[in-house]
């Protein structure tokens, strides 16, 4: 019974190698936009200040459309802990604070899930988010931060 | 700023005009249009219960503060925003102020421009936090931020031109600058616009929040006005501000000057405010609460006719925020502070405020 247990999960790990990998691999965010936005490498600093409304512009004057993931999803963990630094509370009074001061146009969209967020950035070449780097999709790419691409020595969202 | 019923009409027509030009085209659903052309409108409450070892339990200063914000392209935008409090001696809502109303045109971070009647920059509270009760932690505005119609003595509106603005680099550079008409005959009123006195208010603020101190900023303020009251006045402002927001920690702390002076004569009144906050959010299966202590200082001169009816300040607030949801919390404190006939007043207090 051992022996065909284990035989069935090598086969099954075998035949679905994605499901392998992706069970062994945490994952590892990453900043992303259109793959038809002209930015290509933003600061720490920078990206700090474009999820907290303070930074509300790409260069050439237009408006940033940042889109967030799922409230409860670890990428919204992840950039409340480690991008803001704020509770999630303290984060969306921020953005109720930035639009009331006429900061920004409007709160971040709040995707459904990674596709939609996948989705809704790759439809605006000015939208910018952050997703899982080791599922990435089509019409999205990584972002340089402080001209590290993600993976190497040094990226800031390690 | 008392809206009369005509003006009252005439807002609210102006409201729905705002929302026609900018209503969200049908189907458009993408990012970038929404962002181009939309109206938003929103708004805060509050309802204040008070109890006073002087003057019993009574409800206070409630109120209901409605904001329309117009976005006609990427760059041009118009804000209205209303205030109705309740007034204390017939307990209903009194007449809407008018707060702000004004037309804006973005650039880029860097320049941003505003014509209208807006919130000056003198105090650093006042510009950030607004109306808004919901989104400040404590109860109490600071003195310095108390509005003028509230007996505050600091300039807070503001009729003409802002342009401000953020500039990408290591030091966080900001700036505001300011023309246009400040005080009026009246603390409570705005001066009226005059070919003689076209431009009486100037206010120019410079800030720096250094990349090297993260959470941290420090801004300088300075406002410069003529008050056409009997006799005239010059005015000279200095606001001195830092704030340091990171994490589950909150300090603010502001220090103000506002000196006047008799046009007609070497008499000089020099008045003095500060107050510091922190907050912390504590972790956990507490992070909704949000503990704070607030200490407000205000010392006014008192030989000047034009302040009459502020009052000095020696206040400290010790309570605790809970936001048990996004749009609505609930703030108990308890507050030292002099009383009305000169005495020390002791209040224990609940705010219930939201954001729709």
Redesign the interface.
């Known amino acids: 019974m051992t022996r065909r247990a284990i035989s069935a999960f090598a086969v099954f790990f075998a035949v679905c190698p994605g499901f392998a990998a992706t069970a062994e691999r945490p994952p590892t965010y990453c900043l992303i936009v259109s793959d038809s936005s002209p930015i290509r490498n933003l600061s720490f600093?920078?990206a700090r200040l474009i999820f907290l409304g303070?930074?509300?512009?790409w260069p050439g004057?237009?408006?940033i459309?940042v889109?967030i993931p799922p409230e409860g999803s670890a990428a919204r963990q992840f950039l409340l802990s480690k991008i803001v630094?704020?509770?999630d509370?303290?984060f969306?009074?921020r953005w109720?604070?930035q639009?009331?001061?006429?900061a920004v146009?409007?709160a971040p969209?709040t995707a459904r899930n990674p596709e939609d967020l996948r989705k809704?950035i790759a439809?605006?070449?000015?939208?910018i988010g952050i997703a899982d780097c080791h599922d990435l999709g089509p019409g999205v790419r990584a972002l340089a931060i402080n001209e590290k691409r993600p993976g190497e020595p040094g990226y800031g969202l390690e | 700023m008392v809206v009369s019923p005509v003006a009252s009409k005439r807002l609210i027509s102006l409201i729905a005009v705002l929302g026609i030009f900018t209503s969200h085209p049908a189907g458009a659903d993408a990012l970038e249009s929404a962002i181009r052309r939309f109206v938003s409108i929103g708004g805060f409450g509050d309802v204040n219960l008070v109890h006073s070892d002087r003057q019993g339990t009574s409800l206070q200063n409630s109120e209901i503060d409605i904001y329309v914000t117009g976005h006609f392209s990427e760059n041009w935008s118009a804000q209205i925003e209303a205030i109705a409090d309740r007034d204390p001696e017939v307990h209903t809502l009194a007449e809407p102020l008018l707060e702000r109303f004004y037309a804006g045109y973005t650039r880029s971070d860097a320049f941003r421009l505003e014509v209208g009647q807006i919130h000056t920059g003198i105090v650093a509270w006042n510009e950030r936090e607004h109306r808004s009760r919901f989104l400040q932690t404590p109860i109490d505005v600071p003195g310095i931020a108390r509005r003028e119609d509230r007996n505050g003595a600091w300039p807070l509106h503001f009729v003409g031109v802002w342009a401000s603005g953020r500039f990408n680099g290591s030091l966080g550079l900001t700036y505001g600058a300011g023309l246009g008409n400040g005080r009026g005959r009246e603390r409570g009123d705005i001066a009226n616009f005059s070919l003689h006195h076209p431009a009486r208010a100037k206010l120019l603020v410079l800030g720096i929040a250094p990349e090297a101190l993260p959470g941290w900023s420090f801004a300088a303020a300075a406002y410069f006005d003529h008050i056409p009251a009997s006799p005239a006045l010059r005015e000279r402002d200095l606001t001195l501000s830092t704030s340091y927001v990171r994490g589950n920690q909150e300090l603010r702390a502001e220090w103000s000057l506002l000196r006047h002076e008799l046009i007609e004569g070497r008499t000089a009144f020099s008045s003095r405010g500060w107050y510091v906050l922190f907050s912390q959010r504590l972790t956990g299966r507490w992070q909704t609460l949000r503990p704070y202590i607030l200490i407000d200082r205000l010392n006014l001169d008192q030989r000047e006719d034009y302040l009459g009816g502020a009052a000095n300040e020696q206040a400290v607030a010790v309570g605790v925020r809970w936001d048990p949801l996004r749009w609505f919390t609930w703030k108990t404190d308890f507050r030292a502070q002099n009383s009305q006939d000169g005495g020390r007043e002791h209040l224990v207090r609940v705010q219930l405020a939201f954001a729709f």
């Open positions: 600093a920078e303070v930074r509300t512009r004057g237009r408006q459309a889109v630094d704020l509770s509370i303290d969306s009074q109720v604070g639009v009331y001061r006429g146009a409007r969209s809704l439809a605006s070449d000015v939208a």
